[in-house]
């Protein structure tokens, strides 16, 4: 099993609809997540954390699941700019090692006008 | 604001050629990572540095090796490309443990070995 797991997709969206993509991981030790975008041929970006109480950033909303280890992202009100891969990155905490992330391999979302 | 910068940004290499590829970064970060990221599969990081001085393995380590002699720089270099070794490379740094810091990523270096 993967350590950290997410669908690769395509999701394909019409503009204004809202989506979800989850992601497992293995670890349950893990210590801390994030969602990074990364577009089409450029470098990843932090999107935003994933704290254990879920956190909201505009139209973005992060959720914690670890009884059953998962994170969740939702966008709402999906934008053409919103196309892009969203990565999940997760620090397994292996041994009390907190310098080490382990980055799913994206979910790809296509936003459609 | 640069951020984070590599250099280059794409390069083709033969077999058992050799090449450096140079980060800098303009932050003042401690951190700094040097990942490879290949279709199917999630970013996997080669070699680290906690500080100027300082380098670390990675998961992927083999056939790359690692210099941080100033703060801002981070040089990876590759002494005898090999097929497997053609990937995007990104370069990485943070202020702080990754675990609750950021990672601000270069743009990226496509390198192709043939």
């Known amino acids: 099993r993967k350590e950290v797991e997410q669908d690769p997709g395509p999701f394909n969206v019409p503009e204004g609809a809202t989506v979800a993509f989850n992601c497992t991981y293995s670890n349950s030790a893990s210590q801390s997540f994030f969602w990074y975008r990364q577009d089409c041929r450029k470098e990843p970006k932090l999107l935003m954390s994933?704290?254990?109480s879920g956190n909201e950033d505009g139209r973005f909303t992060a959720q914690l699941n670890r009884a059953s280890q998962y994170i969740s992202l939702l966008i709402r009100d999906s934008k053409l700019s919103d196309s892009a891969t969203y990565l999940c990155v997760v620090n397994p905490n292996y041994g009390g090692a907190t310098n080490k992330l382990i980055f799913g391999t994206g979910t790809l979302l296509a936003v459609q006008p | 604001n640069a951020g984070v910068t590599q250099t280059p940004k794409f390069r083709v290499l033969k077999t058992g050629q050799s090449m450096t590829l140079l980060c800098a970064q303009d932050?003042?970060?401690?951190?700094m990572y040097w990942y490879r990221q290949d279709p199917g599969m999630g970013l996997r990081l080669i070699h680290y540095s906690v500080g100027e001085g300082t380098t670390a393995k990675g998961e992927v380590p083999d056939g790359y090796n690692v210099s941080r002699l100033k703060k801002q720089n981070f040089l990876l270099g590759l002494e005898s490309a090999a097929p497997s070794q053609t990937s995007v490379y990104f370069c990485a740094s943070s202020y702080g443990l990754p675990y609750n810091s950021p990672l601000h990523f270069g743009n990226g270096t496509r390198l192709t070995v043939t």
């Open positions: 994933v704290y254990s």
């Open positions: 932050m003042n970060h401690e951190y």
